[in-house]
């Protein structure tokens, strides 16, 4: 079993920055390829992005590209989303998850473990 728990959601203006965390426990982290995705109210949850073991590739949503970035630090066990130029649009619940096959995803079926989320707000 891996455990995730997202941190660092909130409200933020539009334009602001966020950075959200995501703390990871009970395997070996740099197993896991590490995805960030989001639920937007009434909506499906969608892919945002994602970060192989190494952190040496990373792949993203059309709609976040240039914006956000995503990273790991495979010796604290962590996966952040550092997210820019927010825009209402972006307002979500954040989901940290984590995948053992070896490869990029950006379906939820690429996954084995899911975080609980953090909100993010982006309004004036």
């Known amino acids: 079993q891996v455990q995730l728990v997202e941190s660092g959601g909130g409200l933020v203006q539009p334009g602001g920055s966020l950075r959200l965390s995501c703390a990871a426990s009970?395997?070996?982290?740099?197993?896991?390829?590490m995805g960030w995705f989001r639920q937007a109210p009434g909506k499906n949850r969608e892919f945002a992005a994602t970060?192989?073991?190494?952190?040496?590739?990373?792949y993203y949503a059309d709609s976040v590209k240039g914006r956000f970035t995503i990273a790991r630090d495979n010796t604290k066990d962590m996966v952040y989303l550092h997210m820019n130029r927010l825009k209402p649009e972006d307002t979500a619940v954040y989901y940290c998850?984590?995948?053992?096959?070896?490869?990029?995803?950006?379906?939820?079926?690429?996954?084995?473990?899911w975080g609980q989320g953090t909100q993010v707000t982006v309004s004036s």
């Open positions: 998850a984590a995948g053992a096959a070896n490869f990029l995803s950006s379906r939820e079926d690429g996954y084995d473990y």
């Open positions: 009970g395997r070996t982290f740099s197993n896991y390829v």
């Open positions: 970060i192989n073991r190494s952190g040496g590739a990373k």
